[in-house]
């Protein structure tokens, strides 16, 4: 007689496409190849089996290891700049700054080429091979005996970099859309914080970065800089090599079924009965990794907040890139200037913590049963959107050398605020709208962020020093004005711009079956002494 187990498992097998339908099979027959049993991943019934059962505690823990992974990579983007005197002094040259636009264009590019592959080979092993390759692009930009080689480096280190894709992917891994919004929330927050990269370079640099880099700018040769690099990004990887564990739905189920078997259960995970060249046809992998770019151009949803989104880093970008000039009236060290970084990193934690009342109030709508449009997720970004050009107008007009520092200090902290709230608040928008195709939605949001500020080290210099830094703020106020607009528009307009949106209206159907099924995953909860005798 079979165990309920078992029922339950022939319940949740769907079949190969030419594989004859199999409802009962008992456990240990054999079968045809054609005729495998399967697990399929969609199926509420396997939930225990993947990341969505994990306990809260395990879910956080991955996402904090995967969060110091964004922050190492950031932090690779972000300290660079503090290298750039030497590195000029010591190959006279002239354009060192060169090497930050070879790092962000590439890593536009990088961490959409990664992200097909970690559906398929699963999201640990890529996430070790991404960490490789950058060490070895560090390890090239330590050693370089020319700048030609740095500038290599640099570029192989963006390419490199597996970055937010990945790390959203591993998001919805672990949450459905309706309850991801405090994941997103920690990865976004990260994101900036790793990176005055992903929202102040994506948020320009990372804050970390930026505080790290002057002592070691004042302080130590420039060859340090990329050591300190390789020190930071080794650390990670060890942590993340022990401490992450796989969280791919189809990687998992494989693994069980691999257990399975074992004990004379012929069940196949989605992977095992698929070949080498199914599962890496090139004309798919093509697919995936220009689906991305196809959105771009082809939903209005990711291509307007994509490029709210990345105009507003640009925008910040060229803003920061001021610091050096600003400061410099005042005879700031490189250090000072670090320090002055400092209310920037206490911003992105308060804009954090600000969307929290907001989210728990959505969440509680929910549980009562209300149905919340994707714009609801846009909410509380009209009230810090704002913060942006008041921020820059604050600056402008306190950035004379007569005014002293703490005006420009204090406006910059509203200035960060609205950096955080954009970048969470579009992606959010965007994992709501587009469910478990998000991660190529918010690559068109990446990829617009990285490029444009890769772009923008092109003109900031000139433009500071052409209009001077008070007449340069006062151009990136009345663009960070303009800027508002677009979120009050979607917001208000929406679900007309989502109608225009066809890739979003045919998903929506999908999304609300996938999340009706994987509400489901809390009550079959994998605590660690079932996955030990399992």
């Known amino acids: 007689m079979r ?100 790092f962000l264009i590439t890593y536009a590019f ?22 490789s390759c950058v060490n070895i692009s560090i390890i090239i930009c330590a050693v370089a005996p020319n700048f030609a080689t740095i500038l290599a480096g640099r570029a192989i280190g963006g390419l490199s970099s597996a970055g937010g894709s990945v790390t959203l992917g591993m998001v919805a891994d672990m949450f459905d859309s309706n309850n991801q919004q405090f994941a997103v929330a920690w990865a976004s927050l990260w994101s900036c914080l790793g990176g005055m990269y992903h929202s102040f370079l994506s948020c320009l640099y990372t804050v970390i970065g930026a505080i790290c880099g002057g002592p070691i700018q004042q302080y130590l040769p420039w060859r340090y800089n990329f050591w300190i690099q ?15 564990k796989e969280s791919r739905a189809t990687c998992m189920l494989d693994t069980y079924a691999k257990k399975k078997r074992k004990n004379g259960n ?62 410099g009236q005042w005879g700031y060290t490189p250090v000072q200037i ?57 600056c402008a007009l306190l950035s004379r050398k007569s005014h002293g520092p703490a005006g420009v200090i204090a406006f ?32 068109g949001n990446g990829f617009c962020r990285d490029f444009l500020a890769g772009v923008c ?29 677009p979120v009050f528009a979607f917001y208000h307009w929406g679900p007309e711009i989502r109608q225009r949106s066809k890739f979003a209206q045919q998903l929506a159907a999908q999304h609300d079956n996938a999340a009706s099924a994987r509400a489901h995953a809390d009550d079959f909860l994998i605590v660690d002494n079932e996955e030990k005798t399992a």
Request: aromatic letters at 16%; proline letters at 4%; glycine letters at 6%.
């Open 3 to 102: 165990s309920k187990e078992a029922d339950n498992e022939i319940h949740a097998v769907s079949t190969t496409a030419t594989a004859p339908v199999v409802t009962e099979v008992p456990s240990g027959e054999s079968l045809s190849p054609n005729g495998r049993r399967v697990l399929d991943e969609n199926d509420k019934a396997n939930a225990k089996h993947t990341a969505y059962a994990w306990s809260k505690k395990k879910k956080w823990i991955l996402l904090t290891v995967v969060a110091l992974c964004q922050t190492s990579m950031n932090f690779n983007a972000a300290v660079y700049s503090n290298a750039i005197e030497g590195i000029n002094e010591q190959f006279g040259v002239k354009n060192a700054r060169m090497g930050m636009v070879a």
């Open 110 to 131: 990088g961490c959409e080429l990664w992200a097909p592959w970690s559906e398929e080979l699963g999201r640990w092993i890529i996430m070790q091979l991404s960490l």
């Open 230 to 244: 390789l020190a930071f990004s080794l650390a990670t990887q060890i942590i993340h090599f022990f401490i992450a």
């Open 266 to 327: 012929e069940i196949y995970g989605p992977n095992e009965v698929r070949s080498l060249r199914e599962r890496f046809d090139k004309k798919k992998i093509l697919e995936t990794m220009w689906r991305p770019y196809w959105m771009l151009m082809s939903e209005p949803i990711v291509l307007w907040l994509s490029l709210l989104s990345g105009f507003a880093d640009a925008l910040i970008f060229s803003f920061f890139e001021s610091y050096g000039y600003v400061f």
């Open 338 to 394: 670090s320090l002055a970084m400092l209310p920037l990193f206490a911003s992105y934690w308060v804009a954090y913590f600000s969307f929290f009342p907001v989210v728990k109030k959505h969440n509680k709508q929910r549980r009562e049963g209300k149905v919340l449009a994707p714009e609801t997720r846009l909410w509380w970004l009209l009230f810090q959107v704002v913060l942006l050009p008041a921020g820059l107008l604050g």
């Open 412 to 443: 910059s902290f509203l200035i960060g605020m609205a950096n955080f709230s954009i970048y969470y608040a579009t992606v959010d928008y965007m994992v709501a709208a587009y469910a478990e195709y998000s991660a190529s939605a918010t690559g």
């Open 457 to 485: 080290s092109f003109y900031t210099g000139p433009m500071y020093k052409n209009l001077g830094i008070r007449n340069a703020q006062l151009l990136l106020f009345g663009i960070g004005a303009a800027f508002c607009f």
